[in-house]
């Protein structure tokens, strides 16, 4: 435990578990933002919790995993609904990801790949839900159900951290949705609440159309933003107490 503590004072382990986290959000949103707006029959079946590889720890290292019951993805984008101002918000809870901090050489700490079952996002209508999976994120197609981030790099650390110290930064990686990668930049708020576990928000604006998805068209629903913001909200705990 005291090396866990002397962990969260350097910006090494603190930093792999943000990227974590961060890459989570980016997965979840991206995918959601899309089908919001158009409407059509049932909502998503339900699905078993979704899993991602897992590493093997070093004796160095100690592994930490998102909590899926203790963290949501969502997204925001506006629109104009009959004439109105509307925005359309969608989440999940479906994400996996693990974490591998090492306590004496926080630099070399890593991050799993981030993994999001996008077939489970839901909005506030089961319609809107029905033309997200089927005529958007397309999820009938087993290779477009999962969103993936793979960390590349993490900008702003600072020099030292201390135990509840909030720190702000930058994540950098690749986030694939809908068989599309792209290189996107998440803006990241970390606290380590104890040495076994850590909470924050990662939070991006991406171009949907990047990802090569389209919003079909409705006669009530116009002006839709081009831009979607993804956020994660997020909580990682060691083996022990997830």
């Given at each position: 435990?005291?090396?866990?503590?002397?962990?969260?004072?350097?910006?090494?382990?603190?930093?792999?578990?943000?990227?974590?986290?961060?890459?989570?959000?980016?997965?979840?949103?991206?995918?959601?933002?899309?089908?919001?707006?158009?409407?059509?029959?049932?909502?998503?079946?339900?699905?078993?919790p979704v899993s991602a590889a897992t590493l093997v720890p070093t004796k160095d290292e100690t592994?930490?995993?998102?909590?899926?019951?203790?963290?949501?993805?969502?997204?925001?984008?506006?629109?104009?609904?009959?004439?109105?101002?509307?925005?359309?918000?969608?989440?999940?809870?479906?994400?996996?990801?693990?974490?591998?901090?090492?306590?004496?050489?926080?630099?070399?700490?890593?991050?799993?790949?981030?993994?999001?079952?996008?077939?489970?996002?839901?909005?506030?209508?089961?319609?809107?839900?029905?033309?997200?999976?089927?005529?958007?994120?397309?999820?009938?197609?087993?290779?477009?159900?999962?969103?993936?981030?793979?960390?590349?790099?993490?900008?702003?650390?600072?020099?030292?951290?201390?135990?509840?110290?909030?720190?702000?930064?930058?994540?950098?990686?690749?986030?694939?949705?809908?068989?599309?990668?792209?290189?996107?930049?998440?803006?990241?708020?970390?606290?380590?609440?104890?040495?076994?576990?850590?909470?924050?928000?990662?939070?991006?604006?991406?171009?949907?159309?990047?990802?090569?998805?389209?919003?079909?068209?409705v006669p009530f629903v116009s002006n839709v933003s081009d831009s979607v913001t993804l956020a994660?909200?997020?909580?990682?705990?060691?083996?022990?107490?997830?």
């Amino acid at each position: 435990m005291r090396d866990m503590r002397n962990l969260w004072r350097r910006p090494g382990g603190r930093l792999a578990l943000g990227v974590a986290v961060v890459a989570l959000a980016a997965v979840v949103v991206g995918l959601g933002a899309l089908g919001v707006y158009v409407f059509g029959g049932n909502g998503p079946s339900s699905h078993a919790p979704v899993s991602a590889a897992t590493l093997v720890p070093t004796k160095d290292e100690t592994a930490f995993t998102i909590v899926p019951s203790a963290s949501e993805a969502t997204f925001t984008i506006d629109e104009v609904l009959f004439g109105r101002q509307n925005t359309v918000v969608g989440k999940t809870s479906s994400v996996a990801g693990e974490i591998l901090v090492n306590a004496q050489h926080p630099s070399q700490s890593r991050v799993g790949q981030i993994r999001v079952d996008v077939s489970t996002l839901l909005t506030d209508s089961q319609q809107r839900n029905h033309t997200l999976q089927s005529r958007i994120l397309e999820t009938d197609n087993a290779a477009n159900q999962y969103a993936t981030f793979t960390t590349t790099a993490i900008k702003g650390m600072p020099a030292s951290v201390t135990a509840g110290q909030t720190l702000h930064f930058q994540l950098v990686g690749e986030l694939t949705v809908h068989q599309v990668t792209k290189s996107e930049t998440f803006d990241v708020t970390l606290t380590a609440k104890s040495a076994s576990e850590l909470t924050g928000t990662a939070r991006t604006t991406v171009r949907y159309k990047d990802f090569n998805l389209s919003i079909p068209d409705v006669p009530f629903v116009s002006n839709v933003s081009d831009s979607v913001t993804l956020a994660l909200t997020f909580t990682a705990t060691t083996a022990t107490h997830s």
